[in-house]
């Protein structure tokens, strides 16, 4: 006889299959449906630089690992934040290639570094606690602390494109969304920590 911790239950196929089935399609729809909706509307490719290419970027170099940071430690987050960032720099890499830029520019640094520092420092700050203040006090520096040396990485940079001056537009732009995801990614968390989705054992 199967004991209750063995037995399949529709929870079980709702979260274990359904549930990730439907963010990959989600994930599959935003670059090929919605990106050229997108472009429909607005052919300067504005709205899909925040939308489509800016989403990616926070999701990939912010959320994620700010997310491991706080629900599991430093390390996790750390290591996260280093694997995507790495990624998201050679997404970018091959597009240099493609418009005949350089594919080791230092601004790709910047894309790993910052996610690399979002991720330990939202855990180290954290130290393992769930109290929500502290979470965001957390996020929100960690947040400043990686959008720093994504800045500094642009400004290095010699490609036309990228930082330049720290007027106050692009730090509005640049900073802004890193903030709010360190105000989002705690209440995340603590709705996990509600239904005991932790890869840690709470004290």
């Known amino acids: 006889m199967a004991s209750e911790s063995e037995k399949l239950k529709i929870s079980?196929?709702?979260y274990g299959l359904i549930v990730p089935a439907i963010i990959g399609l989600l994930i599959l729809a935003w670059p090929t449906v919605v990106a050229p909706a997108l472009m429909g509307i607005d052919p300067s490719y504005t709205l899909n630089a925040i939308l489509v290419d800016g989403f990616l970027e926070a999701i990939m170099i912010i959320a994620i690992p700010m997310l491991f940071g706080l629900l599991w430690n430093r390390w996790a987050g750390g290591v996260s934040g280093f694997?995507?960032?790495?990624?998201?720099?050679?997404y970018w890499s091959v597009q240099y290639v493609t418009y005949q830029l350089s594919p080791t520019d230092v601004s790709l640094m910047g894309y790993i570094l910052s996610g690399m520092l979002i991720g330990y420092v939202a855990g180290a700050l954290s130290k393992g606690s769930f109290a929500f203040i502290r979470m965001v006090v957390a996020g929100i520096i960690a947040a400043i602390v990686?959008?720093?040396?994504?800045?500094?990485?642009?400004?290095?940079?010699p490609i036309p494109g990228?930082?330049?001056?720290?007027?106050?537009?692009?730090?509005?732009?640049?900073?802004?969304?890193?903030?709010?995801?360190?105000?989002?990614?705690?209440?995340?968390?603590?709705?996990?920590?509600?239904?005991?989705?932790?890869?840690?054992?709470?004290?």
């Open 12 to 14: 079980d196929f709702i």
């Open 83 to 90: 694997l995507l960032g790495t990624l998201y720099a050679l």
């Open 146 to 157: 990686g959008w720093c040396f994504y800045v500094a990485a642009g400004i290095l940079s």
């Open 162 to 203: 990228t930082i330049s001056t720290l007027d106050p537009y692009t730090i509005f732009i640049t900073l802004t969304p890193r903030i709010v995801y360190g105000i989002i990614i705690p209440i995340i968390v603590k709705v996990f920590t509600w239904y005991g989705i932790i890869p840690r054992r709470m004290s």
